[in-house]
């Protein structure tokens, strides 16, 4: 089975690839925002933090089963895990945050919040059919 074509995908798919994709740009360039001197070890650390998401991205845009549902376990930990950091800064928790995080944390809450559902849903489970191995 191929992966289905630009024009018949739905747009939620190529929103949800467009997030995850945005979320690995995010992941490289903020890396040298909370870096006095960027070098060799904040770039390694970044492509790091920046291949799940990118990795999401691809399978997504394939069409993998599997990565729908890895996409939706990734929705729900940036869920738990920002909105924990967004509670705490807004409570004003003696801790200083990284701007990485905060714009991290501003792009991921709100997303995660309109992908998670649209991952668990029929429509999602119609979108990604192709299995990771075989078939």
Partial sequence: MKPATASTRPRAV???????????????ALAFVDTPRPGF???????????L??????????????????????????????????????GGAPVRFPPSVVVQSLLQVPSCAVLAPWLRS??????????????
Wanted: hydrophobic share 70%; proline share 4%; net charge positive.
């Fill in 41 to 51: 070890l904040a770039a390694w650390e970044a492509l790091g933090r920046a291949v």
């Fill in 122 to 135: 029929p429509e999602a489970a119609r979108a990604f059919t192709r299995p990771l191995l075989g078939g």
């Fill in 53 to 90: 998401p990118a990795l999401l991205a691809a399978g997504l845009w394939r069409g993998f089963s599997f990565c729908r549902f890895l996409a939706l376990v990734y929705a729900l930990a940036a869920l738990v895990t920002y909105a924990v950091v967004l509670a705490l800064a807004l």
């Fill in 14 to 28: 190529v929103l949800a690839v467009t997030f995850f994709a945005l979320s690995a740009v995010l992941e490289l």
